[in-house]
């Protein structure tokens, strides 16, 4: 395949960013993506939890597995 | 496998044009469809979330794990 | 094994013809077979969606990824 | 391990005869089980759809995604 | 790892004996385990189905796919 | 890896004696482990079978499928 | 892939550190991660198993299946 085209370059080129991380029980993670890989395995930083919007709790380092992921949202400006 | 009979090459070549992705939990997401891999990971651009029809968020990208996908929907002219 | 035994094969023979497609989540799909793999992932042309047995919706071009399939049913004249 | 002990050589035997073939979600399919493989993807023939006893859809030929099935049932005279 | 060790060697040895098999989804089966392979599809013969202790039906033989069992009981004596 | 670190081998080292075995259906075994391979297919000799903590029913030998397992519990205290 | 982008890597260096580990079922473990692999099976010692927040059980050492672990929480500060 054209690696232009695979969507884990991109996801890779999102390292550093913030990004809204929603698993498929709903719970959703809003932080800094300090690493990632190829199942998903995302590691975020000053991480947030929501359930329906509502904020749960702070963690500092939170690792999350990735066969638990819903979808990662990318864009730039997605926090303040 | 007769490479034309693949569904995944039919798949790949619906890259940059506006498709339906269902998931599994029934949340539904329109836009264009920029990236996509053999495992059906997509990355979406302009990407609207509904539920049972109705509009629950916009994203700029967002990027779908594929084990969660149900089905994609590609015809062209899904959106307006 | 003897390849005349193997029901992939068979089911590749079913390209081109009308299929019912059965989900895991109950939802129905008719439609012609056009392109399928090893892991059933399928492409439906003039597909229609079935929730028990009432019409939901009507797609050009379908992908369905293969995890979701519970069953192909593939007799030749399932369809008017 | 000692060939005679897989049970999978024991299942492929049974091609040609009658099985009552059981899904996870209790959906039961009786027929004559024509192909069959290592996944237990098998394709039915003159399959009756049953749940919980009650006759639900006879199919000409059903094809069962592997990954579904509970049990295969194999006596030979379980249909008349 | 030292093959004494191996649970699936202590399961092979079972073969032939009376054993319990017990799913995911709570149903029962108690047999004579004629054939099992590493993934735990199992060969039943004389094989009764309880739920809740209650007998369910009987089969002559059935085959169980590896992946529903939750355990299996092999105490000689388990059956009179 | 460090092999000291691989937790697989220090599960390895709990063989013959007694543990709390607890599967993702909340079914809880206490036993001695008296094998255990890679994917947490356990053998237990005199298990326990509880349930919120009722005792359900005594085994001989019970061999547990690895998938179903939450967690193992080492401590060589756990049982009088 | 740059291994210092791996998330993994990260997780190792946790190890002899206090972590929460929060299950897919909602069960909470707090406790030192003694060992830790690929799949995220954990080995913790001194662990405390929480749901909703409320105390259900201390053990000593519990060994967890990495498939069932949702994230696991890296702050050094979490527990006093």
Same mark, same amino acid.
Not at 13 to 34: A, C, D, F, P, T
């Given at each position: 395949?054209?690696? *232009? ?47 329906? *919007? ?27």
């Amino acid at each position: 395949m054209d690696p *232009s085209r695979r969507p884990l370059n991109f996801l890779m080129r999102g390292i550093n960013n913030k990004v809204i991380v929603k698993l498929k029980n709903n719970l959703e993670y809003k932080g800094r993506m300090v690493k990632c890989d190829n199942y998903m395995n995302i590691l975020l930083e000053g991480a947030s939890e929501f359930y329906n *919007s509502n904020l749960i709790a702070n963690y500092g380092k939170i690792f999350i597995r990735g066969n638990n992921v819903l979808y990662i949202c990318l864009k730039a400006d997605i926090l303040p």
